[in-house]
C-alpha cells in the first residue's frame, strides 16, 4: 500500500534517526571481495548472450540456477520470463525487495569488448542484433551477487529480502508497442504477485549511468526519472498526382501541421512552472515516390515529462488539437497512446534514511543530484505500490573524459567492471539498514 505523503515521511525521518549512526558489517567488503570474480564472470556471460523483453529464457534459467545453488526459494515464470527469490533472514526485519531487469536492446554491438555480443532475436517476426546497450546483464550480475553475499550471512540477515529479476523493462519483443491489452514488464510482475507473496514493505534499484565515474552513486529525493508515454498518429488523405494536388487531400502536409501543433501543447499549454515536458516525433512514414501524394502517412513518438500535473494536462488536450488539426487539413487522423511507465519518484523519507546505507557502499562517492534526469523507468511502477528508492551508478572509468562516454543505448556504451562492486554493496546495504516499521522503529 502507497503511504500517505504525512505518515511515509514520519515513518522515514524515524529510520533517518537511526541510521545516522548505521555502522557496517564487518563481514560486507569481504564476503563482496569474494563474489567480485563471479559477478564480472556473470555479467559477461550475460552479456554475451543477450535476449530481447519476454525472450529472457536462458538468462532467467541461469538467475534461478545461482538462486537455488544459494539455498533461496525461486518462482520462475513471473511475468512471463522473470524470476523471484525469497531468502528470510535470520533475524527480525521487514520485507525488502531488490529489483534487477534482465532484457536486452536491438541494437548491434560496437564496442569490440572481447565478451561483445555477436547475438540475433526475433522482434514482432523480424531478425535483428541484440546487445546490453543499457546495462541490465550488470544489474542482473550485480543482485546476484547481493543474493550470493546475503545468502551466504542469511543468519545476519533482518526480515525477508525478495529478489525481483524482471523482463521487459525496455518493451516486449514479442508485443507490438501500441497494443493496449499487453501487460508487460514491472506491470506483469506485479499482476503476478511479486509483491505480495510476501508481502513487500519497500523496493530498491541500481542504475549504471555512462557519463558519471564508476563507484559513484547518485540520489535524488522525489522525482528522480521522466514518465513515459508513447504514441502513434495515423493520417489518412487521398492519394493522388503530385501534379494535381487539388484532386486528392495531402496527408502530408496535414502530418507536418501536426508535429507543429503537439510542440504547441509544451510551449503554450502546460504550466511549466511545474517541471518540464518534451513531445517528440521520432519516425514518420508515408509516400513511396517523388510524383504521388500518399493516401497514409503514419507518425510516432514518445512523451516525457517530470510532473504527474503536466502528464495529464499533455494527454487530455493531445487528442482535440490532432483532430483539429485533421479537421483543418480535410483528413482523418487516429491517434493511439501507450501508456509506459510514470514519473520515477523517490520516496523522500525514505531517500534520505538510506544516505548513509549509501555512504557505506561508497564512501566518499555519494552525490545528491540537483536535477531529475530525463530517461524514464518502469522501476516507477513499483514505486506507486510501496515506497520506492532508485539510484544511480556511475558505469565509466573515472580517468576517461565523462562527457566523450558513449551513452546508454549507443552500440559503443559498455560498463566498468571495476563498478560492479559498489553496486552489490549497495544492495546489501539496503537491506542490512532498512528499519521498517515491523522492528517497531517507526
Known sequence: MKFPAPLGLAIFAAMASTLCN?????????????????????????HQHPELGNMEVQTSVLVAQQLKSWGIEVRTGVGKTGVVGVLRGGKPGAVVALRADMDALPVKEMTGLPFASKAEGVRLGKTVPVMHACGHDAHTAMLLGAARVLAEHREDVPGTV????????????????FDTHAVIGAKAMIRDGALDSPKVEAVFGVHVMSGYPSGHLY????????????????????????????????????????????QTLVSRRIDLTKGMGVISVGSINGGT???????????????????????????????TLVS????????????????????????????????????LAAPGKVERLPASLSPSEDFSLYAEKVPGLFVFLGATPEGQDMNKAAPNHSPYFSVDDGTLTTGVKAYVQFVLNYVGRVTGKS
Open 289 to 319: 515516390t517523388t510524383n504521388i501524394i500518399p493516401e497514409t502517412v503514419t507518425l510516432s513518438g514518445t512523451i516525457r515529462t517530470n510532473s504527474a500535473d503536466i502528464r495529464d494536462t499533455i494527454l487530455a488536450k493531445m487528442p
Open 22 to 46: 548505521a555502522a557496517d558489517a564487518p563481514w560486507v567488503n569481504p564476503a563482496v571481495t569474494a563474489a567480485s570474480a563471479q559477478v564480472i564472470d556473470l555479467r559477461h556471460s550475460i
Open 324 to 359: 483539429g488539426i485533421a479537421s483543418a487539413y480535410e483528413v482523418k487522423a487516429d491517434l493511439e497512446v501507450m501508456h509506459y511507465a510514470p514519473v520515477t519518484t523517490n520516496n523522500p523519507g525514505l531517500t534520505e534514511a538510506m544516505v548513509p546505507a549509501l555512504e
Open 162 to 177: 525478495v529478489f525481483l529479476f524482471q523482463p521487459a523493462e525496455e518493451g516486449a519483443a514479442d508485443v507490438d508497442d
Open 219 to 262: 540520489y535524488k529525493p522525489g522525482t528522480a526519472l521522466n514518465s513515459a508515454d508513447d504514441f502513434r498518429i495515423t493520417v489518412n488523405g487521398k492519394q493522388t498526382h503530385g501534379s494535381a494536388p487539388w484532386t486528392g487531400v495531402d496527408p502530408i502536409v496535414a502530418s507536418e501541421k501536426i508535429v507543429d501543433g503537439l
